[in-house]
């Protein structure tokens, strides 16, 4: 093994690490995905992590000069094709060996400095943060799902948006308390949280089931070696949000819904099963 092979795996652990110290579920997931999947798909979990936590963690630096260094580095990263930054080196080579459009690129890093500044929405700005922050990633992972295939790519499009759509919907209503409270954000368009209700609750679900429900059809049609991760992770977070669901809407403000450990096993038992007997 050469020098710089070495300093791929050393990074390439970067990411994987990342990845499971952050969530455990999403690390669940990708280890059900065909190898060959898998560490392009902790690349990118890693870099969008990272980002994130720009944001929304580190309230005690300046966070505009670190997210303006971290944007350079990437385009610097992709332009020069490594980066001494570990998780930017990653993500550069999947980026790059997946011909990734850069235009998904430059909407994520616009949402994410959307939420420097911008600490409440309306319908059009709510729109275009959840397709940077979220859809856009999904249609990442797409393009390494889809190996090159642009065809598959552009039938399975509309799905991935709606998926990742779904995931950081969820996000936000589990998470409300620590936005709200924690960020002083509010992600949902035309929503009070000091007068929060149960219509409002009930507003935000029927919008993020038709999303779920327009994801599992393009999960259907995904390559076999991807499937069954990606409709475990699909299980992980639609359970969550029936459980987010049975809550009271003045709950969820007080607290955060979570599925504990021995129920993610029983949704992988589950999914799994399904799987074998065809069924998803």
């Known amino acids: 093994m050469s020098s710089f092979q070495l300093y791929n795996e050393v990074t390439a652990l970067s990411s994987q690490h990342t990845t499971l110290m952050y969530s455990s579920s999403f690390s669940s997931a990708i280890k059900l995905l065909h190898k060959d999947l898998r560490q392009p798909i902790y690349d990118i979990y890693g870099f969008v992590r990272f980002a994130d936590e720009i944001v929304d963690t580190f309230h005690d630096y300046d966070k505009k000069t670190l997210f303006d260094q971290f944007k350079k580095d990437t385009y610097i990263a992709l332009e020069q094709g490594i980066s001494l930054n570990p998780i930017l080196h990653r993500f ?16 994520f890093l616009y ?7 911008q600490h409440a929405h309306d319908e059009g700005s709510y729109q275009k943060y959840i397709y940077g922050s979220a859809e856009v990633v999904g249609l990442m ?10 065809t598959k790519y552009e039938q399975l499009r509309p799905a991935a948006q709606s998926l990742g759509a779904a995931f950081q919907k969820v996000n936000f209503l589990r998470d409300i308390k620590a936005d709200f409270e924690g960020l002083d954000r509010v992600y949902f368009p035309n929503c009070d949280f ?3 209700t149960e219509k409002d609750k009930l507003a935000i679900e029927e919008d993020i089931q038709k999303d779920f ?25 639609y359970s969550l949000f029936k459980k987010i669901k049975k809550t009271e809407h003045h709950a969820i ?4 819904i979570r599925i504990p450990d021995y129920g993610k096993v029983v949704i992988l038992a589950k999914a799994k099963l399904r799987s074998q007997l065809n069924f998803l």
Request: glycine fraction near 4%; charge should be neutral; aromatic fraction near 16%.
């Open 111 to 117: 949402s994410m400095e959307m939420d420097l500044s």
């Open 194 to 196: 000091n007068h929060f």
């Open 92 to 107: 550069q080579m999947t980026y790059r060996q997946y011909n990734i459009d850069p235009a998904l690129l430059d909407a």
């Open 213 to 237: 429900e327009n994801a599992l059809e393009g999960i259907k049609a995904l390559p076999l070696q991807c499937r069954f991760g990606v409709y475990v992770a699909y299980k992980y977070y």
């Open 141 to 150: 992972c797409l393009y390494i799902f889809c190996k090159g295939d642009l």
């Open 253 to 256: 403000l007080k607290t955060r």
